[in-house]
């Protein structure tokens, strides 16, 4: 099952913060996030793991909520190069590293 | 270092026709993926092989395509025959550490197949 984004597009200023939201109607193992600028290929930027190990960039931050089944990615103090598709990549099953990703979040940074 | 190389990046075809993709991993990944990503969509996996031994395959539409990974590091995806509905850009990723979820993927840039 394909885990659900929101919100699936946003367009910010420069400077601006953004949270982009990820559920899942199955229980999570990890919440894997990357983005992906228009004709290139996902780049990774995140890991988050059951029980609160995480794995990922510096300047991205990132929440994991086993209860609810959800992880959010926050985007502080936005810059140009931001933007692109945002997508969360869901692992259902211990270790497999099977990735069901979500159907993106757009965001669009203005100066 | 080297990322994940494949070849070609664009191929338009006619539907029935029968198309390969290639991929080359990342020297020492034990994990390699190809996706199928349709235009505004996630990408979703097609294929994940540990070495040169299928993982997964739940997704393939075995009925057309299939996939090999000699000696455990090159890897072709092959699609026979093509229909209008697998125009989409395939992925290839691969992993270091087999089934380990703390690992990231790392993606190639793609082969943009459009079928007519």
């Known amino acids: 099952q394909q885990p659900v984004q929101s919100p699936q597009a946003v367009i910010l200023r420069e400077g601006e913060d953004a949270v982009i939201n990820c559920s899942s109607s199955?229980?999570?193992?990890?919440v894997h996030w990357y983005r992906q600028k228009h004709g290139e290929a996902p780049v990774f930027l995140m890991i988050l793991l059951k029980g609160g190990e995480q794995k990922g960039h510096e300047k991205i931050s990132a929440s994991f909520n086993e209860k609810k089944q959800q992880s959010s990615l926050y985007l502080t103090a936005s810059q140009l190069s931001y933007s692109g598709t945002y997508f969360c990549?869901?692992?259902?099953?211990?270790?497999?590293?099977?990735?069901?990703f979500g159907t993106g979040t757009r965001l669009t940074i203005i100066p | 270092e080297a990322g994940v190389a494949q070849s070609p990046r664009y191929k338009i075809i006619e539907k029935r026709q029968s198309v390969a993709f290639w991929c080359n991993p990342i020297?020492?990944?034990?994990?390699l993926y190809w996706y199928q990503q349709i235009l505004g969509q996630g990408p979703k996996l097609l294929i994940q092989f540990q070495n040169n031994g299928v993982v997964d395959d739940s997704q393939l539409p075995k009925d057309r395509f299939s996939a090999e990974r000699l000696k455990g590091v090159d890897s072709t995806l092959k699609i026979q025959p093509a229909k209008l509905e697998d125009s989409a850009v395939y992925l290839c990723a691969s992993s270091l550490v087999p089934l380990s979820s703390y690992n990231e993927q790392f993606f190639g840039p793609g082969t943009r197949l459009t079928v007519l």
């Open positions: 990549g869901t692992e259902y099953g211990l270790g497999n590293e099977k990735l069901t």
């Open positions: 199955k229980a999570l193992y990890s």
């Open positions: 020297s020492g990944h034990a994990t």
